[in-house]
């Protein structure tokens, strides 16, 4: 029996984790986009990003989403980015794979800034939280929430954590 809780608890956590991680600071340099060029935050404004995977199905839920809150709180007033981190096989292969998924996306309409985490730089500066996971980041670059993993529960509580941020901006 306590297995079983014990089995029902990590799945849950491991689907979904909120957390606050106050000070924490994102590099200035996020990695570089479909053509190559350095992205980096724009400063004095708020950003989410997703770190994803081309193997997670929960990464591809949660993009549709970000954009959603992007639209609904305005481009003027938070960033979005996609950042694609811990693909398997040499660097080519992963660059290769990013672009490929990068313009499928945008076909389907996304918006938000696809980049590529060369050589994993971004995920390990950040912690390597895992995949996916979404940091809500403040207009000095601070990492204030940091969610672990993405359901159908998880929009409601980052939506919130959004507005909150932005409310104290």
């Not at 993405?150 to 932005?166: E, I, R, V, Y």
Request: charged share 20%; hydrophobic share 40%.
């Amino acid at each position: 029996m306590i297995k079983k809780l014990l089995l029902v608890l990590i799945i849950f956590f491991s689907h979904y984790c909120l957390a606050d991680s106050s000070d924490v600071q994102v590099p200035k340099l996020l990695g570089y986009d479909t053509e190559n060029t350095p992205v980096s935050l724009e400063p004095n404004k708020p950003a989410l990003i997703a770190l994803w995977a081309s193997w997670c199905p929960y990464c591809k839920q949660a993009m549709p989403f970000l954009e959603h809150i992007q639209s609904e709180i305005g481009n003027r007033n938070i960033q979005v980015f996609f950042i694609n981190t811990r693909e398997e096989g040499s660097n080519r292969e992963k660059k290769k794979r990013f672009m490929q998924l990068a313009k499928h996306f945008k076909k389907q309409g996304l918006k938000a800034q696809f980049v590529f985490d060369n050589k994993g730089k971004f995920y390990r500066a950040v912690g390597k939280p895992g995949i996916p996971t979404i940091l809500l980041v403040d207009k000095n670059g601070n990492i204030k929430t940091q969610m672990v993993g993405f359901g159908k529960n998880s929009g409601k509580a980052l939506f919130t954590a959004t507005n909150t941020l932005l409310a104290a901006e």
